[in-house]
């Protein structure tokens, strides 16, 4: 039996259908974007960057939020980059493939997969109650980290077992130490890949709601202390926007929350660069 | 006749349960070359890893027998790895530059043992460099990436980088078969230069480069070894029928 369509026409259709599918994916993006600065555009000043908001948000600007938000991400990454690192390390150069492996790492799949509602819950019971530390930018600091730790597990964990064989050989048959060669050659070849896996975790617990409402707290007042609450950018758009205060106010912090991970983008690919001077061919 | 250097004494070694090598003895004279040639999977590459203690890093691997360095078992409870690999450098098939400047790959030996002095570290990075036949073409380009550099380069560079740590024993292990004829000559010139400071162990499937560059031949065969002499005896005068089908070029 002959096919209806010729192959001639068929591949023409083929190449329609994925221009079109992958038009729709970037004009998805371009709309949204487009859609928030155009709305938030006109809110943004300096004042609107450099004030302290007034009437719940209404007016005034969002420096505590920024601010808030600042310290929230130090603490994720000052937390969960080196237990991160430190984990990934230990599973990929120390740990002998096994029993005590395999449990790690379900036990990392398993943490990523915990609904990041339930990690604020989890984050209000323990952090906030239990060790006493209240609605603070360390609570809400650490439940972040209890959220983006998996993710810079298991990517540097890939980017450490990236690392070719021959360089952990050619280190040792000089008389290195397994610690001399993991810190001075594995994990700085690792570093672009790492880096990587440490911005995507960052990019998503910078946009993150439910792990902070919990634990942060939602003040507007300028934190002055590690045990403060403070009001983070998502919270506080989604805040402004369902609570009727002002739609306007909630594009306008978008826009910089956009701003803020776009610069973290932007500063990975700045350190990928950097290392990646010595980039390893194949 | 020299002193020996390297002696092994029937030595077994198992990955699991299969055996890869079979009462290996044999004794390696200092300052001279010694070369192991056989077909692939012989265990001449799992042999000379042996001497430096490399197999240590693989998993299941078990070693029975004896391998005298300097007098001392080196498989004896009182011997560090690490420490030996210091006396024992080695440079591997594929050339392993660390993505770092060249600067830094030849440092790194004498760093990693502690050295932090700039003027002693540019003196030794100098020195080997220049032994390893590589200072001319890189002297002045020091703060590059190795991994720029060609092939051959690169893999002198791995010979100078052993080279810093001063060894008493460099192991080469097919240095030359992922190189071309010009960088392989260039390679060999320099193995016959080393050997006047260095006791010197290839592994090679090129006999030809075995016939040039080395004092001493053993040829394995199926984790055996079926033949040990001087170089210029076994290629002329093999004794074992299998020795001569192998130089021949009737197998492997």
Known sequence: MTSLISPATSDRAAKVMLWVSASISILTLLFILGYIVVQGLPVLTL??????PRLSGAEGGILPAIV??????LVTLLSAVPIGIGAAIYLAEYAHEGAVTRIISFGVECLAGIPSIVIGLFGYAFLAIYLGFGFSILSGGLALMFMILPWIVRVSEESLKAVPSGLREASFALGATKWQTVSRVVLPTAIPGITTGVILGIGKAIGETAVIMFTAGSSLLMPTSLFDPVRALPYHLYILASEGISDKMAYGSSVVLLVMVLVINLAAVAIQRHYGRHHVRN | MSEIEIESRNLDLWYGSAQALKEITMAMPEKKVTAIIGPSGCGKSTFIRCINRMNDLVKDCRITGELLFEGTNIYGNSVDAVELRKK???VFQKPNPFPMSIYDNVAYGPRVHGLRNREELDRIVEESLKASALWNEVG???????????????????????????????LFDEPCSA???ISTAKIEDLINTLKHDY??????????????VSDHTAFFLLGELVEFGKTKQIFELPEKKSTEDYITGRFG
Do not use: W, Y
């Open chain 2, 140 to 170: 002045d380009i020091l703060d590059r990436s190795a991994i720029d550099l060609s092939g051959g380069q690169q893999q002198r560079l791995c010979i100078a980088r052993t080279l810093a740590v001063k060894p008493k024993v460099i």
């Open chain 1, 68 to 73: 808030g938000t600042f310290c929230l991400m």
């Open chain 2, 199 to 212: 006791t010197i162990v290839i592994v090679t499937h090129n006999m030809q480069q075995a016939a040039r």
């Open chain 2, 88 to 90: 024992i450098g080695m």
């Open chain 2, 179 to 181: 190189l071309d004829p």
């Open chain 1, 47 to 52: 004042s609107f960057l450099l004030e302290s």
